[in-house]
T-cell receptor, first 111, second 112 residues
Framework: RKEVEQDPGPFNVPEGATVAFNCTYS??????FFWYRQDCRKEPKLLMS???SGNEDGRFTAQLNRASQYISLLIRDSKLSDSATYLC????????????FGKGTKLSVKP | NAGVTQTPKFQVLKTGQSMTLQCAQD?????MSWYRQDPGMGLRLIHY???????DQGEVPNGYNVSRSTTEDFPLRLLSAAPSQTSVYFC???????????FGSGTRLTVV
């Protein structure tokens, strides 16, 4: 089983749609969880950290279910500028410096 | 603040050549890492460091060396380049907390 698994997509949605991404991780000792976005031929950029209580940043909501080892990202009212690849990231257990990236889910928002 | 600076941005090497990819950060981050990104493989961790003088191997360390003599710098050395090392290399740094990594803009390496 891969350490971090994501649906590769692509997700093609119209502007204004709500879209949800899911991610599962295998290491129950993981303590840190993040969502990154990566634009084509650019570096990954931190979108948000994910906390057990769930957290929201504007149109973006992240949830963590430790029991199921499952992380989600919800994007409401999609914008054209949301088109990117979304990466689920988990620390590999033990050291916080060992971050494991999922392969990413590609989102394309159409007019 | 410049953030995380990687040099060079592009490089072409011949098989068997060695080189060093440079990475510097000015945010006083303790953690630094090197990743490579290949199509269909996602980002894979090569080596990481949790502080000056401390390094550890990631998922794909073979063929690469690192050292961390200062907090600011974390160079990645390719000992004898192989075509399989053709990739985009990203350096990243972070505080030792749940704040996530800041990435450099990457080095695109081609080995012929």
């Amino acid at each position: 089983r891969k350490e971090v698994e994501q649906d590769p997509g692509p997700f093609n949605v119209p502007e204004g749609a709500t879209v949800a991404f899911n991610c599962t991780y295998s290491n129950s000792a993981s303590q840190s969880f993040f969502w990154y976005r990566q634009d084509c031929r650019k570096e990954p950029k931190l979108l948000m950290s994910v906390y057990s209580s769930g957290n929201e940043d504007g149109r973006f909501t992240a949830q963590l279910n430790r029991a199921s080892q499952y992380i989600s990202l919800l994007i409401r009212d999609s914008k054209l500028s949301d088109s990117a690849t979304y990466l689920c990231v988990v620390n590999g257990g033990g050291s916080q410096g060992n971050l494991i990236f999922g392969k990413g889910t590609k989102l394309s928002v159409k007019p | 603040n410049a953030g995380v600076t990687q040099t060079p941005k592009f490089q072409v090497l011949k098989t068997g050549q060695s080189m060093t990819l440079q990475c510097a950060q000015d945010m006083n981050h303790e953690y630094m890492s090197w990743y490579r990104q290949d199509p269909g493989m996602g980002l894979r961790l090569i080596h990481y460091s949790v502080g000056a003088g401390i390094t550890d191997q990631g998922e794909v360390p073979n063929g690469y060396n690192v050292s961390r003599s200062t907090t600011e710098d974390f160079p990645l050395r390719l000992l004898s380049a192989a075509p399989s090392q053709t990739s985009v290399y990203f350096c990243a740094s972070s505080y030792p907390s749940s704040r996530g990594y800041t990435f450099g803009s990457g080095t695109r390496l081609t080995v012929v």
